[in-house]
DNA sequence: ACCTCAAACATTTTT
DNA sequence: TGTTTGAGGT
């Protein structure tokens, strides 16, 4: 165990040994942060500190599972058990859970994601009849979430004249209104928002000393990582926890902070060496990631901003080859070429598909990408947009789940009441609504006591209401005893959600149908996971809102391209990375012109971008690019010429001479079905390939090869046509259970 | 109450 | 361009 600290160089070692006191590190992109932090916390645990008094905050919860694995391999696997490391989101989430008794919430608390608060607010607006061409429901979710950030509750920004003026000057005179109703009906569905698990930790610790003595206790250390990107109520709170002991230390690379319009605040990094003024500090400043080119470039790029803190990123690794700018026609252009030059590096050099990312700015672009890479057969994976969690079926399903462990979640209960439908409509529903406001009740119990409340409804509904309460509440009673997965299954099909879906055999319906069950699968492993316990579907249910789909990690998912936009790649690096759309207006972007400021934190955004890329980086635009229907003109982005021209190399796509004639964009050769997401799509289109071919083929006892799992034999084939599944029992990695349309399975005879 | 279709609308970045 | 909304018919 000794032995990692040898592979570290000098300025490592200390930020790993320096175990007590307030401690800060600068860390440089690629300059082996992580392994710090790992090796850090493997030597704390080494050195007699329990895991039970060291809290580590993350900024994914990936990347919170990957260090914990690490820990694992250089500590006795059973001592990082007790480490409470995740996301800022969802270790206080658990805080609150354990004291919900002191801040008068359930312990069974909903969390709201965006698309529920958005939904709130927006019944809010219409509500009280506010116009809402002024009142955009975005816009003003954003001023409430931004408001928290910054620690300013309904009650605080009422007093406010100066917060309370500027929305006077946009017309939104009622905003306070809006906030202030909002706080309420969060309340009253016993729901917390996002911002809400960051604000009402630190409330709970301002007004409970003994709650936050007892946390000050427990967590003796306090590690924070990617500290650039910490808002002000989360240095709040750890300016409090950190308080009694002050064993706190804090990684981050202020040239890497990218998320100001969250609140994120570089500010905090200078606060750190007035709050503790004994502090020490380190500074990475070796990159071991990516090569001289890479490295210089992007400190060419960098030296642009004002606003930094001095350090000189450096590298012993070689030159390698120049960076490649190339300016293409269009983007659909620009994606063959991105697809081509995959194609090329991996005919000339093994390597795998996982070694490839595209990064973008936003999430838009991904498309034009996907289209050439699905045409070269490239396999790939895109993070971030729609991700599992918020597609419609999911969300639906999980709306009854959340509903049945906590009745008064108002937005899961207003999906569903008439989900699949039932016959009660929005006028029904609007009455429940009014009566429920003015009684200050849940519309669940306005809905139980009609009569109490002096709803007018007929008695066909009032059936219908009826047969929807005792659905619920049967939902109710079975949580109690029964474990996750049989409820969940009770739910799916009962609801007649099920059966819905599983009669809709267009390529959307039946992708639907397969999520559902991907739904079921994922809760029966965890039902199976925690021993003999009863695992209930509220413990399954609790932080489902916190999870991204970085954080899903599929076997299929194995060796393909990366696509995400380049806020997703933070903390991840490739072998070779691709950033497209380097285009003004685009990246930086329209909105970024306003001021310095956001201006720099678009460079900041480049900088993240370059320093992804171990050994070849492109950068591509277009000259022309398809936007809301229509061909636009674009000019290529000033980040360009920010870069050191000694280590780049500008490209040209041989096409540059077609003057004017824009490229057809090919819709024709698809089938043209009604509005099918293109993604749905696409995923459609391979299964059925590869089952078409192969699944028929199988029987018990037929040698099979697998592309990740090698040999094997096949034990026992279960279920029909697109459901098919094979037991095997691979000769090196032991029994696996497959779906065969996803399986790529070589027949060996 | 529900279905269908056409018009309007929309694009940073995310826990 | 894809998605959401609202009007109008059943």
Known sequence: MKNYLQELNSEQQKAVLHIDGPLIVIAGAGSGKTRVITCRIANMLNNKISAYNILALTFTNKAAKEMRNRIDQITQPYKAASLWMGTFHSMFAKILRIESNRFNYPSNFTIYDTEDSKSLVKSIIKELELDKEIYKPNVVRNRISSLKNHFIKSKDYNQRPELTQTDKIAKRDDFGRIYQIYEKRCQKSSALDFDDLLLKTYELFEENPDILLKYQEKFKYILIDEYQDTNFVQYLIIKKLAALYENICVVGDDAQSIYSFRG?????ILNFKTDYPDFKEYKLEQNYRSTANIVNAANSVIKNNEKQIYKEVWTKNENG????????????EEGRLVANTIDEIKTKIQTDNSDFAILYRTNAQSRAIEESLRRKNINYKIYGG??????????????????????????????????????IGTTTIQKLNLAANKYDVSIWETLSNIDKYEIKINKGTREKLSNFQILINNFINNSKTKDAYEVAEDITKSTGIYGLLNNDKSPEGITRFENI?????AIKNFTNSSGNNLNLLSDFIEDVALLTDQDQENEEDFNKVTLMTIHAAKGLEFKYVFVVGMEENLFPSILSNESQESLEEERRLFYV?????????????????????????????RFLLEIDERFTEKKETEAKNHYKIFPKRKTT???????????????????LEVSGKQVFDLNVGTKVKHSIFGIGKVMKIDGENQNQKAIIFFNDHGQKQLLLKFAKLEIIK
Do not use: C
């Open 517 to 521: 069950q991907e739904l079921l699968n």
């Open 386 to 423: 729609l991700s599992f969690y918020q597609r419609k079926e999911i969300k639906d399903l999980l709306a009854y789940f959340r509903l049945t462990v906590n009745i008064n979640d108002e937005e899961s209960l207003k999906r569903i009441i008439n989900y699949p439908s039932r016959g």
């Open 669 to 687: 050769f698809q089938p043209k079905q009604k509005k099918i997401n293109s993604r749905l799509k696409k995923i459609n289109l391979s299964k």
């Open 264 to 268: 994120a605040n570089i500010q905090n």
């Open 609 to 637: 971008a370059i320093t992804r890329a171990e050994k070849r980086l492109f950068l591509s635009y277009a000259n022309t690019r398809f936007k809301w229907g229509q061909y636009i003109d674009t000019d290529p982005s």
């Open 321 to 332: 080859e120049k960076i490649i700018i190339i300016k293409t026609n269009s983007d659909s």
